[in-house]
């Protein structure tokens, strides 16, 4: 199967004793002593079959903990697969998220290998997290999507697979996550790629950005902030 030579090339896959510990270190203690409540929205929008990538806001570092507590292995019987930027895989952080399913993209010239890892993840029926905006954003500007989110989920349609798209928003009690604070995050109604043009790249980049957007007002508002 081609998805074992390639996910050579870019990771080590998910190590089942690593993830296991992870999930213990990150779920049970940090992310429960850390914030005083958190706060899962639209968990009723959870796919729990079939390929789905998850296309969330970015608004910290702490994203990526929620999300696997509201979608990962506990809730849904599998791992959110990571797509992280080069940097992110370095050092003792890179060594950590080569082990725990994460895999690096560049992000201004993606590579081939990477693109096709992604698309067998998706045949795979796998849970790939995606964050469209490319990098964090805590200045409460608007919504801006890069094209990759869409542009892969357009080619694995035309190997026969339907991608179903979450949009979901982040949200804080502060701007910069305190101890103690407030976290919440609200998953919205999947979408699905069906027209593979030039025209529909745009026209679901929009409707994306409206639902990510949602989402996160919602998860602002359930932590006392104002949505913007």
């Given at each position: 199967?081609?998805?074992?030579?390639?996910?050579?090339?870019?990771?080590?896959g998910i190590n089942?004793?690593?993830?296991?510990?992870?999930?213990?270190?990150t779920q049970d203690?940090?992310?429960?002593?850390?914030?005083?409540?958190?706060?899962?929205?639209?968990?009723?929008?959870?796919?729990?079959?079939?390929?789905?990538?998850?296309?969330?806001?970015?608004?910290?570092?702490?994203?990526?903990?929620?999300?696997?507590?509201?979608?990962?292995?506990?809730?849904?019987?599998?791992?959110?697969?990571?797509?992280?930027?080069?940097?992110?895989?370095?050092?003792?952080?890179?060594?950590?998220?080569?082990?725990?399913?994460?895999?690096?993209?560049?992000?201004?010239?993606?590579?081939?290998?990477?693109?096709?890892?992604?698309?067998?993840?998706?045949?795979?029926?796998?849970?790939?997290?995606?964050?469209?905006?490319?990098?964090?954003?805590?200045?409460?500007?608007?919504?801006?999507?890069?094209?990759?989110?869409?542009?892969?989920?357009?080619?694995?349609?035309?190997?026969?697979?339907?991608?179903?798209?979450?949009?979901?928003?982040?949200?804080?009690?502060?701007?910069?996550?305190?101890?103690?604070?407030?976290?919440?995050?609200?998953?919205?109604?999947?979408?699905?790629?069906?027209?593979?043009?030039?025209?529909?790249?745009?026209?679901?980049?929009?409707?994306?950005?409206?639902?990510?957007?949602?989402?996160?007002?919602?998860?602002?508002?359930?932590?006392?902030?104002?949505?913007?």
């Open positions: 199967m081609a998805l074992v030579p390639r996910e050579r090339n870019l990771c080590k089942p004793v690593w993830a296991k510990l992870a999930m213990v270190v203690f940090v992310l429960r002593h850390y914030f005083k409540k958190k706060i899962v929205l639209g968990r009723e929008n959870l796919l729990l079959n079939g390929p789905v990538v998850l296309a969330p806001t970015h608004r910290s570092r702490w994203d990526a903990l929620m999300l696997t507590m509201a979608a990962g292995r506990r809730v849904s019987n599998r791992d959110c697969r990571f797509m992280v930027t080069l940097s992110e895989m370095q050092g003792i952080q890179g060594w950590f998220l080569n082990r725990l399913g994460c895999f690096p993209i560049d992000q201004k010239r993606p590579s081939l290998v990477s693109l096709r890892y992604c698309i067998d993840l998706l045949i795979e029926g796998e849970q790939l997290v995606v964050f469209p905006e490319g990098m964090i954003n805590r200045k409460s500007k608007p919504i801006k999507l890069q094209n990759g989110l869409v542009r892969l989920s357009q080619l694995a349609s035309k190997r026969g697979v339907n991608v179903n798209v979450l949009p979901i928003g982040l949200g804080y009690s502060e701007i910069y996550p305190k101890p103690f604070g407030k976290a919440a995050i609200c998953i919205g109604e999947p979408l699905r790629i069906s027209k593979i043009s030039r025209d529909s790249v745009e026209e679901f980049n929009l409707k994306l950005t409206q639902k990510m957007h949602a989402a996160e007002e919602a998860a602002l508002n359930a932590v006392g902030r104002i949505s913007r």
